[in-house]
T-cell receptor, first 113, second 111 residues
Framework: QQQVKQSPQSLIVQKGGISIINCAYE??????FPWYQQFPGKGPALLIA?????SEKKEGRFTISFNKSAKQFSLHIMDSQPGDSATYFC????????????FGAGTRLFVKA | NAGVTQTPKFRVLKTGQSMTLLCAQD?????MYWYRQDPGMGLRLIHY???????AKGEVPDGYNVSRLKKQNFLLGLESAAPSQTSVYFC??????????FGAGTRLSVL
């Protein structure tokens, strides 16, 4: 029940295309859903996050879509660029118990120039 | 403003040796976390702390110990290293707004 399932494991997209990464969760106590971006040799960094009271959040080329009834959320990267090539992690966090965050397994995105 | 600093960046240990990983944050955050990252498994929480002098177990605490004697520092110890502890270790601190800030990681190999 604590798992966050992420797919696909890897993704290759042409420059200018749309990258889509999907995640699903089981624990209805989760109340915060961040996405992290990680470049090789670096630590993860927060990219964008959403709370379950909204169905979509957009920041620049990055959009989170959230479906509370299906317990699924996804990251869309519009107009994907080679500089977006990185590993992306979805995550979920409950608001109690130390604010522990559960991470998905990650998606390695490669954007071809 | 350095954010979250981890030392060392790399380390090679022999089975049975001990070591301590240091995490320091200069953002006055109360919450701090230690994760390990393994291929195909994302980040898994080892231990965390909700404030100076407190620690708690995460998802994969066995074989590790932690201490938070000062608010800015969170130490992760391996008493008797095993090859299964070969991993990349990340420390993070959490702002009051809920954002986790990660260090650059420590690559540990246990032979």
């Amino acid at each position: 029940q604590q798992q966050v399932k992420q797919s696909p494991q890897s993704l290759i997209v042409q420059k200018g295309g749309i990258s889509i990464i999907n995640c699903a969760y089981e624990n209805t106590a989760f109340d915060y859903f961040p996405w992290y971006q990680q470049f090789p040799g670096k630590g993860p960094a927060l990219l964008i996050a959403i709370r379950p009271d909204v169905s979509e959040k957009k920041e620049g080329r990055f959009t989170i879509s959230f479906n509370k009834s299906a317990k699924q959320f996804s990251l869309h990267i519009m107009d994907s660029q080679p500089g977006d090539s990185a590993t992306y992690f979805c995550a979920a966090r409950a608001g109690t118990g130390g604010f522990k965050t559960i991470f998905g397994a990650g998606t390695r995105l490669f954007v071809k120039a | 403003n350095a954010g979250v600093t981890q030392t060392p960046k790399f380390r090679v240990l022999k089975t049975g040796q001990s070591m301590t990983l240091l995490c320091a944050q200069d953002m006055n955050h109360e919450y701090m976390y230690w994760y390990r990252q393994d291929p195909g498994m994302g980040l898994r929480l080892i231990h965390y702390s909700v404030g100076e002098g407190t620690t708690a177990k995460g998802e994969v605490p066995d074989g590790y110990n932690v201490s938070r004697l000062k608010k800015q520092n969170f130490l992760l110890g391996l008493e008797s290293a095993a090859p299964s502890q070969t991993s990349v270790y990340f420390c993070a601190s959490r702002s009051s707004g809920g954002v986790q800030y990660f260090g650059a990681g420590t690559r540990l190999s246990v032979l």
